[in-house]
């Protein structure tokens, strides 16, 4: 059952994370750093790492092109990651406004912040970096933001866990990326995908590592000649899903009534969909 959660807590939580990647308030914040998007990402998602090295946040990110990383981690190391962290929470909190809208100031908010924080105090975070650098930075006051930083905790915790489960299964971190975004027969388990394009794009491989990364997925027997998962494939993945499901677990076992949280958090992740800032939906502003 608390796998169950775990798995519930992912699927719930996720939109209400991933505005602060996809909100039309993004490039200005980007432009008043000196830095692009991906610069912005960088910076944001990475903060409280602190001044480490490019090698690091590569590591701890694992799908991204290392060289990629390097030259986005240091412009937001040129830029101050304070500041870009600013910007980067100033554009969310716009982005968060127009999706909750008078239900910003609802009282759930610091009831499920509330929970989560006890379910953050009592984690274990060894093994788990990027989670355990979210879980002792400096938290924002702002109820609407505590939430979105109560989620990027858990979010990185399972994001921590999951690496762990693909270096078991053996999978680089473009071939887990190319893995994650091929076709996947009918039933189809529910992902969230980018496409092939986006993932290039937004990870900085390129047409020969992609390429490379699905040959040696089909060497393995978990792509077919046409790219998409084999039945290997979807045994695989579906074992990479309950892993990672199984390691997150302890998290929200610690997390206070947790099923009644994520009953409370869904209205708000719904807000988040419907404004249509996020890959899939319809854009309303």
């Known amino acids: 059952m608390s796998s169950e959660l775990a798995r519930a807590a992912y699927e719930t939580l996720e939109p209400y994370h991933v505005l602060a990647y996809f909100n039309p308030y993004l490039k200005d914040a980007a432009a008043s750093q000196g830095l692009d998007e991906l610069g912005l990402y960088f910076g944001g998602r990475g903060a409280p790492l602190g001044r480490c090295t490019a090698p690091v946040v590569a590591a701890t990110f694992y799908n991204f092109n290392p060289a990629y990383v390097n030259h986005g981690w240091?412009?937001?190391?040129?830029?101050?990651?304070?500041?870009?962290?600013?910007?980067?929470?100033?554009?969310?909190?716009?982005a968060l406004r127009d999706a909750l809208g008078d239900a910003v100031d609802s009282p759930d908010l610091s009831t499920i912040v509330g929970a989560i924080r006890a379910g953050i105090a009592e984690a274990s975070y060894a093994g788990r970096p990027l989670a355990a650098a979210w879980a002792f930075a400096a938290w924002p006051d702002?109820?609407?933001?505590?939430?979105?930083?109560?989620?990027?905790?858990?979010?990185?915790?399972?994001?921590?866990?999951?690496?762990a489960a693909l270096l078991l299964a053996g999978l680089s971190p473009t071939e887990a990326l190319v893995f994650h975004e091929s076709p996947?027969?009918?039933?189809?388990?529910?992902?969230?995908?980018?496409?092939?394009?986006?993932?290039?794009?937004?990870?900085?491989?390129?047409?020969?590592d992609w390429e490379a990364a699905a040959e040696s997925l089909r060497r393995k027997g978990v792509l077919d000649a046409e790219g998409s998962m084999t039945a290997a494939g979807t045994t695989l993945y579906a074992e990479l899903e309950r892993e990672t499901d199984h390691a997150t677990a302890p998290f929200w076992a610690k997390v206070p009534d947790a099923a009644h949280i994520l009953d409370l958090v869904r209205p708000f992740a719904k807000s988040v969909i419907d404004v249509g800032y996020l890959p899939g939906t319809r854009n309303k502003s």
């Open 142 to 163: 702002e109820p609407h933001l505590q939430l979105w930083h109560a989620i990027s905790v858990a979010r990185e915790y399972r994001g921590d866990n999951h690496i």
């Open 184 to 208: 996947h027969p009918e039933p189809a388990p529910r992902r969230r995908t980018l496409g092939r394009k986006a993932s290039q794009m937004t990870r900085g491989w390129s047409d020969e």
């Open 74 to 94: 240091n412009a937001a190391l040129t830029a101050g990651l304070p500041q870009v962290e600013a910007a980067r929470t100033k554009a969310l909190d716009h």
